[in-house]
């Protein structure tokens, strides 16, 4: 693997740097051109819209852009979700870029990711899959270290002129996941998803288009002790394994602990593109995806069933892009619904239900002039969710709205210098809530995860971000910059309650990062 990964990075930098200077007789300073896109807030959204699918990268995405990035980000404080960590240290390496190659739009990116996680409970589960039934925990704190490599890679081509593009994509990640002290959780996982689309072009501004997607991956969880003696200690019984299944209590689960989570995934998009038109460019997508995980063990007496969980993701997505002289308007409007439903193979029933409904709008305005570059952007996020449980008649329900704006701003020098200031705000409020938990089922899990969720999710938070950055030319053909980048978030009020275990009152997080244009 690590050969591999150093390869995959050669190879990025070697290629970048080679296409800069076949094309740097055309553009003076192309790595110069990159990180002021990188900077650009409206035209960067569409870029970031593009990495969907290979549908958009040839319209969205420049003809040249590498970027790569080194960097570390650290997070410290109680006001967090209950199986989150109260702290978490991660340091990253990521490199992405697209190009044209003939009639060929190509994008691809890699990223490695590895973060240490400092105090976690009920949590022997991946970051990717939070609304799973099914999974194992503790309520003493773990720390737990995480491992990511992603790989993904899109390839557009246009066929019988610009009237049939065809494209093909591919999203690769492998995960290794494991706790540091007693009870030593262990999770492997992979995840790999294929997307194939197909468009037509009419009148030269509408594209329509569809896709088909594929995808599969695998969860291998196991727990283990390093002292055997607290496996099955009733004097301690916080170092016990214990079993969620549901959204109910947890309960003690000290044998077999090992299972394994197989997923499969079919879905379809279609896309609408108006473009060249006075009033701007519109991209309207469409995803609709159906994912299937079925928790199994598997040994050599045979194999046991424990749950099914069907997921239906629904997802709309409306991008609007506009050039007025020295100006840049961007919009995105989004609407995602995810409904779960399991199958809990102890009553042959379905027991779980999950949904949640979210609704984001934002809008970026970009300002040049004379070299130097305005970003203003502001942006708000409506978050529903609901979980259920039928055996406990648990049933949770939250509704939020997050408002942010920002303003940013950038300086390139007669040297190819770059300089940057940013600040962000962030208010978040609740709208509406639903609690119903009877108190016949209260346990530990009840009181240290879903009140504390509960008292969390409508908590009313603020909290703002500054960044700074600074880049120069290296060697005529690399822009090479630092960027450092300041947050945090604070609880202004919460709901009456006489829960003993809460969220604290802030959090702050921040990056340093080192990053090269191509």
């Known amino acids: 693997m690590r050969k591999i990964f150093l390869s995959i990075i050669v190879l990025q930098i070697i290629f970048s740097t080679a296409f800069s200077q076949k094309i740097d007789t055309a553009l003076s300073n192309l790595s110069l051109q990159n990180k002021i896109f990188s900077a650009d807030s409206a035209s960067y959204a569409g870029y970031e819209f593009a990495k969907k699918s290979p549908f958009n990268i040839g319209e969205l995405m420049p003809a040249k852009f590498s970027k790569i990035s080194i960097g570390t980000n650290y997070e410290k404080g109680h006001l967090i979700t209950a199986q989150n960590a109260t702290k978490i240290s991660q340091i990253y390496l990521a490199t992405e870029g697209s190009t044209r190659l003939k009639s060929v739009n190509l994008w691809g990116s890699f990223e490695y990711d590895k973060s240490v996680e400092d105090s976690t409970m009920y949590n022997h589960q991946t970051r990717n899959n939070m609304s799973a039934p099914y999974y194992y925990g503790s309520p003493i704190n773990l720390n737990y270290e995480r491992t990511l490599y992603n790989l993904k890679a899109f390839a557009e081509k246009n066929l019988i002129g610009k009237n049939l593009p065809l494209g093909i994509g591919a999203d690769y990640r492998i995960g290794n996941h494991f706790s540091t002290n007693d009870p030593r959780g262990s999770v492997d996982d992979f995840q790999l998803n294929m997307i194939a689309t197909i468009g037509y072009t009419l009148f030269e501004k509408i594209k ?14 196991n727990v283990a002790y390093k002292n055997q003696s607290l496996s099955q200690n009733t004097l301690k019984p916080e170092y016990n394994n214990y079993l969620v299944n549901g959204y109910g209590e947890a309960y003690v689960y000290n044998t077999n602990r090992t299972y394994q989570n197989d997923q499969k995934r079919n879905g379809f998009d279609a896309y609408l593109n108006y473009t060249k038109s006075n009033i701007g460019d519109f991209f309207f997508s469409y995803s609709y995806i159906e994912e299937k995980q079925k928790f199994t063990r598997r040994s050599g007496e045979g194999f046991a069933d424990y749950n099914d969980y069907n997921l239906e993701n629904n997802n709309f ?6 050039k007025i002289d020295n100006k840049t308007l961007s919009t995105l409007i ?24 979210s609704l984001s709008f934002k809008t970026n305005l970009s300002i040049t002039s004379k070299g ?29 709205l997050d408002w942010t704006a920002g303003f940013g701003y950038s300086k390139t020098t007669d040297q190819s210098n770059v300089w940057g200031l940013s600040l962000s705000g962030l208010y978040s409020v609740p709208l509406s809530d639903y609690f119903n938990v009877p108190n016949f089922n209260v346990g530990q899990f009840t009181q240290k995860v879903i009140y504390f969720d509960y008292i969390y999710n409508t ?51 921040s990056n340093i990062s080192l990053n090269l244009y191509f």
């Open 208 to 221: 329509i288009g569809a896709a088909y997607r594929y995808g599969y991956g695998q969860e291998r969880v």
């Open 459 to 509: 908590s009313t938070r603020l909290g703002g971000s500054l960044s700074a950055d600074y880049s120069f030319n290296f060697f005529n053909q690399i822009q090479a910059g630092l960027k450092a980048t300041a947050t945090y978030l604070n609880k202004q009020k919460v709901v009456d309650n006489s829960f003993t275990f809460t969220p604290g009152k802030d959090r702050f997080s």
């Open 372 to 400: 130097n570059l305005y970003n203003l952007y502001v942006s708000a996020n409506q978050n529903e969710e609901q979980k259920q449980d039928g055996l406990t008649g648990n049933n949770v329900k939250y509704n939020r």
């Open 334 to 357: 989004n609407y995602n619904n995810i409904d779960g439903k399991d199958l809990n193979y102890i009553y042959m029933a379905n027991n779980y239900i999950y949904n949640r409904n």
């Open 317 to 322: 997505s409306l991008f609007w892009l506009k």
